[in-house]
Structure formats: structure tokens, C-alpha cells
């Protein structure tokens, strides 16, 4: 295992395999889950208490960034592993588009849809983003439409191309 000091905490250092401790005590900090399952510690500097995410400290001390991406991956999609191997810095793109994320969220973007207009006719669109761009609404929009939340955007109802089938 290989310790950094973390820094702007220089009384603590991070381990590779995701470990916080205390330079002067030796201890090994407690992690605690966030709330929606990242790991997190507190750090105290100056008599003040800072609560800083284990990824972000195993990343900031073991990978370079040189091309100064701001989030980090968690490359098998479990919050909970933060050992240098399984985390990477990534855009906000990246880490929205990465895995199964836009699965498990309900979303997929790469999923064929139709438009229904309000005078019976219907178009066909390989997925969201593009019926987004063509017909200058928001792909949120068309997502909630899909997902049952909204009724229509503009006059327009959405239905994915497999539901139509049935």
C-alpha cells in the first residue's frame, strides 16, 4: 500500500487502496456514506471540520490530470471501491454517459422514437437527442414525455418505437 499527503490537510495522507489517516496519530479515519453511497471523511484544518470525498482524494494524490477533467469515474460503477485501479478523471459527459447510467435513470438516448404530431401524423427518430435537435426541444422534455410525467411539449407526444409495435 502507498501513502500521499493529501493536499491542504498536511496532517493527513491517502492511501492507493482508498484509506485516510492521521499523520500525527497513525489512525486510520472512519468513512462514512454519504447519503447516496460515495464514501466521505472529515478532515479537520484550522479548528475547522471538512467533509472530503474518498475518490476525489485517491485521484488528486495517484492519477494525473492533465487534461484538467473535472469528476472522477468509479470504472466498475461501485461508489464504494475507491482503489486508484478502479477510478479515472472524466468530464461530466463522460461520467453522465458512462455504463449504466442512462439505464438505470430510465433514460436512453440511442432508443428509436416516433413524434406524434397533434394532426395524426408521426415522424421516426433514432433516439432523443436527435428528435431533441430537429425539433428544437429539450431532451428533457422528450425524456419526461416518454417516461409518462408529461403529457406533451409543444403540441407534440412522444412513444418509444418498441411500444408502438405493440
Known amino acids: 500500500m502507498e501513502w500521499k499527503k493529501i493536499k491542504g490537510f498536511e496532517n493527513y495522507e491517502v492511501s492507493n487502496e482508498g484509506q485516510v489517516r492521521n499523520i500525527i496519530t497513525g489512525l486510520v479515519l472512519k468513512q462514512a456514506d454519504n447519503g ?7 478532515l479537520h484544518i484550522n479548528k475547522k471540520r471538512k467533509h472530503k470525498y474518498i475518490h476525489r482524494l485517491v485521484a488528486e494524490a ?9 469528476e472522477v469515474n468509479h470504472i466498475d460503477e461501485n461508489k464504494t471501491n475507491n482503489n486508484v485501479s478502479n477510478l479515472e478523471w472524466v468530464t461530466r ?7 449504466t ?3 438505470r435513470l430510465g433514460i436512453s438516448r440511442s432508443k428509436p422514437i416516433y413524434v406524434l ?4 401524423t408521426e ?8 428528435a431533441s435537435r430537429a425539433l428544437g426541444i429539450h431532451d428533457s422534455s422528450i425524456v419526461a414525455i416518454l417516461k409518462g410525467r408529461y403529457k406533451a411539449s409543444s ?10 409495435r405493440k
Open 36 to 42: 447516496r453511497g460515495y464514501l466521505e471523511v472529515g
Open 62 to 70: 495517484f492519477i494525473p490530470n492533465p487534461e484538467s477533467k473535472p
Open 93 to 99: 459527459t463522460e461520467n453522465n454517459n458512462y455504463g
Open 101 to 103: 447510467h442512462n439505464e
Open 117 to 120: 404530431y397533434p394532426d395524426g
Open 123 to 130: 415522424e421516426y427518430y433514432s433516439g432523443v437527442r436527435i
Open 155 to 164: 403540441g407534440l407526444k412522444f412513444e418509444y418505437a418498441e411500444q408502438k
